[in-house]
């Protein structure tokens, strides 16, 4: 498996648990949801960083290949892009034709704290989408697309070019790079003994002494999952 | 394909691209969406106010055939009603018996910027529906239904009786009725403009120089598609 | 029927009418949504309150089997836990470990004005819950569990233990343990009546001298219904 | 005394407590401050409704004397002017020329749930204004001066022309016409008891017994203050 | 100097960073302010918690010498009542004549997250109040006050009876008893040094090398204030 | 006058209306306030950014002469730093030091979107600063101040470097640098025009046909104001 394999297979949950350990609090994207249930995302990211509309500004940034085209056009396989709009719902970040172009070169997707346009149709080209929403306006309505590869903030959270981002059912978190490995290892370490925990629960047992392990489970726990 | 037919193929986001070339930039319900996903509808408005609850008020207009319910009543087949709720998402403003009178008389659906009553039996008549969401109480826990027929407010919307609204997935618009024309006019050309560069995207295209196009693709997406 | 069918049988929209009639307005958990479309729960309430986090009240009462684990680990067949967690909707206040024991215990569900962590396994229990969303983190980002058996706020609602919890499409309801008799009897011929108007509806009839119902209208409505 | 007067001694707290015993909960504009510490105002209800910015709406009504104007240049006597602004912070809902013109003709002040422009100027001319806060921008950014003298939404509150209408520094509350007088004389029998028990905390005397009053300080409270 | 004292005297910033530096993060009442600028306080915590209004909760409670009278009735000198009100800012939470027992009994001060009622007749007792702002309501129109001495939750944190609360232009600080000692101490440093920074600074002294000092300003900053 | 000293004495109200003529609507910084009453502030920008927390960001550009220190450390006489903290109040974003230091080196003062530490004595250093409130928390609770010279949001505005900010009691303006000239002998005709409107409405002279001014108005207008 890949590592943005197992990072998915982990779960959002279980790595920001491994994250809160080490210091790390506010690495979730609040406030966006998966375009259709079930979509689930893991890869490095790409940023891109919108500013509020002005016109002086939109016509020096705004039109032709623009930072934002630029983006989804050279963005690689495996790659996340993730958006900066400022959480502003009324206006759209990205739309099916630019979907589609990510989805063509291999993008695991995309997360913007801004609205999706033509919503439909970007769920219809198979791309992972996390987003405040869906809107019917360009995005000229609300911003300039600015720049790409800087540092962002979006949906609270500090999102640094080649942070791993991982999006499920809960949510969306960034992983600064260098903690991807221990973190992804620990996070595994606990699914496994919460699977465990989990059947033990399935078939009757109560939580007190189980959850979390006192000295006879941890034990039987060992046992069971010793080579 | 009726004027309504063709709104609704035309798709919110290109008709918004349209009124914003006019100077239209607020003409979006904000903060409602579809009953259930997939629900669709375009039509002309007819208006239904509401004023904050108040006791001699409601006992004024409240009871017997209020404005609400001659509102629904009398709709006519392929009309849109939009109700003022002023954006309050804790009390319902129509209810399953109501819908189902409004699928009755061929109504093409219903826009409030309030929460919906029942919510699962309206959404099983079928009507189109976009609200804020549901809420088990009546209108009476903040509302007096207070007239029909007038300019209202609908989500930052003005709406003027006889407007066209278009609801999908994105969300809801509505369009100036000396408008409709030339909007879906130029909204048509540019969708299916947008369709053929999505086809070329597909293909495995760039965006770079093709969206927005250039000569050399305007060339050819010209001879494509001539007749 | 037992009352806890009979209450989700005749739901949160006619219950609460019965409510507002005896002087009780505000008995809705606002900002909850079942975990899954179609669910729904009732039964009687087992109350939960978390505080603030704070690193010495965390030592104090977070670990071990602290209360909120004991809630779940002692929930009753047929109850309801419903968790006061001041609305905020970053933190998890309960994870699937704690819902398949609430599931094998025969809990009828959970309503949190907190967000649900690892919210698909959550749902693929099969427990019906309602919360504010889902979130990845675990409960310490902003919580100590503090206390059971107490009068808590949910949603803006009070919930004291024994109320009767309601909850479908449309939200969820505290129904006072005193009130659920009377307010049960009175829905249940309501909805008689309502889907009695609903199918005279569907039939073609007019709201008006129907919805409320005139004399003429009554007489064939007793007529229909005597037995 | 004035009506206005009598209203503006007894003051919002004490008015809407009688208000609330006959079942008048929602009488507040909710989130309006006065212009300037101290303000107070008192006085019939003039009305005034704003729709959302349109383009063909605005070149119908918002040029020359329109409605806002119109308001302003009529105003009687010791009249309240209340504009529906839908809550809406971001543009100015009246300058300095009006509020002048107001002031002129002798107004009792406005309440505005939008901002106010040029608020220092506003509070200059030493008209009474209740409003969201300042904003430098024209009514045009967000609104259509719409029309006047019909029932509106202010800050929550249904308002009809004729309402009394008092403001001070808890607020601003809406009086139905018809409720004025026994409302007022309730709350100034109720404000002169607590002035009186007022006293008696001043003095030293502890609340037990006091505030409600029992039989003994009742009796006390009537003998001295009978004539 | 009392504790108390000092810790108004040290002030709500440095306070913070020293519980900062212990791992204290959300020790801030948001939402609150002084109800006249320059209002100050400090003393421990006496707290009270309201639930949300339900007719047979007030009855039960509400009336008579309930736990709110109770409070005000009893706090000691230089006691801060602080009052759990769930930061609803639409109902008053206290008035003049509790204010005024307070006063009376020297108590400290009053921190709610709800609203003032009588708000100038409050300020006018010269007790310290800090809450989110004034509002003509009595209680029981969200309220009802059910129990005092309770771990709380306001403004975003936890309260223990007997922490210490502090509160002055920048806002309201809770602090742990167990940690009063050793904060205040490191407050009082820090205060100490910032002060000679400030007035480095204001001579003309770049921040660089300064604010945080280098080992040349710390050695000049440890001559000038050795003893 | 200086430019700064003309666009103070115009003032945001009449400056945003000579901007909006030329298409340029979202040019105010939302949701700031002065510190006091009265301040006013007008220059060009020197812009800085914050990004979330987080502690590998912090560790890189947190402490010693951070972006932020810098920043106020060179800020040139007349200047206006502006700084895009996200608009979230719940964290400092400037102090007492870091204000004398910028009033030192002749600032025109300081626009934050957050909140300010200290505040009283931010404000007893004299400089003029707008921000969204107070609060005792260090930056670090919140931000990373991250780098200066770029292109910001603040408050709903983009911000370039060298634009014009101007502040006064109705809020925060930006104003692009090409533009200043022209908007600023545009609002200083308006303003000439609009006082003796004013002095006339203070006459007695009715707002119809005056305010917009009519032929015969414009004559006397032009006559009285010739040289």
Redesign the interface.
Known sequence: MTIADRLSAA???G???AL?K???????V?GV?PLEP?MRLAGPARTLRF???????FAERG???NPQ??A??TIGPGEVLVIEA?GR??A?TL????A??AR?RGAAGVVSDGAV????AVAATGLAVFAQ??????L???H?P?ETGV???CG???V?PGDFVVG????V?II?A?LVGEVLAEAEGDERR?RW??AR??E?A????L??MNEAWRARYEADTAV
Not at 95 to 98: A, R, V
Not at 117 to 120: F, L, N, T
Not at 168 to 171: E, I, M, P, Y
Not at 206 to 209: A, C, E, M, R, T
């Open positions: 779960g959002t949950a790595l920001s648990t809160r080490r210091g790390y609090h506010d690495v979730f609040d949801r079930g500013v509020p509309f002005r016109p002086d500004l039109g032709g290949l085209k630029q989804f056009d400022r719902p009324e759209g739309g099916d034709i630019l589609l172009r063509h346009r033509d919503a439909q929403g869906a809107h019917p306006s360009v000229g309505r609300r300039v600015w540092v962002i903030a609270g959270a500090a640094v499920d059912g809960d949510g978190l600064p260098a919460d925990i989990a629960v399935a009757g109560p939580i007190d002494g959850f979390p």
